[in-house]
């Protein structure tokens, strides 16, 4: 089972993205999925998630700027982000799990993991 994250790349203050995460039987099996990131010398945070049933969530400071979304056909779970600013430069982690239910933003919960993928913002 992979976990692949793609979509990274170095923008200018204001840019966007999209970030993709493909996972092959987790985009249908799963109850939640979720994107998390980690800047330099601090700790991975959570991002955003999104249910099964489609209804998403959002960390304060990216609520109105990024959008979560899913394919179940393609078996990808994607990050469009608008309005990125420095403090957005991270590396960005999309993680599933379809055994234990919604876990959202709880790290520690999911099994699966993509190696992530680099975003840096430049003002």
């Known amino acids: 089972v992979q976990v692949v994250e793609s979509g990274g790349a170095s923008v200018q203050d204001g840019g966007s993205l999209r970030l993709s995460c493909t996972a092959p039987?987790?985009?249908?099996?799963?109850?939640?999925m979720s994107w998390f990131r980690r800047s330099a010398g601090k700790q991975r945070e959570w991002v955003s998630s999104?249910?099964?049933?489609?209804?998403?969530t959002y960390t304060d400071s990216v609520k109105g700027r990024f959008t979560i979304s899913q394919d179940n056909a393609e078996s990808t779970l994607s990050l469009q982000m608008n309005s990125l600013k420095p403090e957005d430069t991270s590396i960005y982690y999309c993680?599933?799990?379809?055994?234990?239910?919604?876990?959202?933003?709880?790290?520690?919960?999911?099994?699966?993991w993509g190696q992530g993928t680099q975003v840096t913002v430049s003002s």
């Open positions: 999104i249910r099964a049933n489609d209804v998403t």
């Open positions: 039987g987790f985009t249908s099996n799963s109850c939640e």
């Open positions: 993680a599933a799990d379809s055994s234990r239910g919604c876990i959202g933003r709880r790290q520690y919960l999911y099994g699966y």
